[in-house]
Nanobody, 112 residues
Framework: QVQLVESGGGLVQAGGSLRLSCAASGRAVSTYAMGWFRQAPGKEREFLAAISWRGSDKDYADSVKGRFTISRDNAKYTVYLQMNSLKHEDTAVYYC?????WGQGTQVTVSS
């Protein structure tokens, strides 16, 4: 069974930064691509970024390209999302995902 646990969310002022972490446990987690998503109140869940299992391939949504960076440390079974230049509209619950597994989410609130 795979478990994903996000952390690092919180309250930050617009223009600030946060780094989210997603710790994975379970069989062979380091051999899967992983991704970050978010869901704001009243909106659908939105793809943000994905990273291949080696970390060599990355993909970003246009809304976060140039501001967010995804990375992973397979030795620690952890994926990160560095978020810079945060905007009020980045306020949402942020989730990490691997295949059909999801974490419980971590709240990010950006004050304007």
């Amino acid at each position: 069974q795979v478990q994903l646990v996000e952390s690092g969310g919180g309250l930050v002022q617009a223009g600030g930064s946060l780094r989210l972490s997603c710790a994975a446990s379970g069989r062979a987690v380091s051999t899967y691509a992983m991704g970050w998503f978010r869901q704001a109140p009243g909106k659908e869940r939105e793809f943000l970024a994905a990273i291949s299992w080696r970390g060599s391939d990355k993909d970003y949504a246009d809304s976060v390209k140039g501001r967010f960076t995804i990375s992973r440390d397979n030795a620690k079974y952890t994926v990160y999302l560095q978020m810079n230049s945060l905007k009020h509209e980045d306020t949402a619950v942020y989730y990490c995902a691997m295949t059909n597994y999801w974490g419980q989410g971590t709240q990010v609130t950006v004050s304007s």
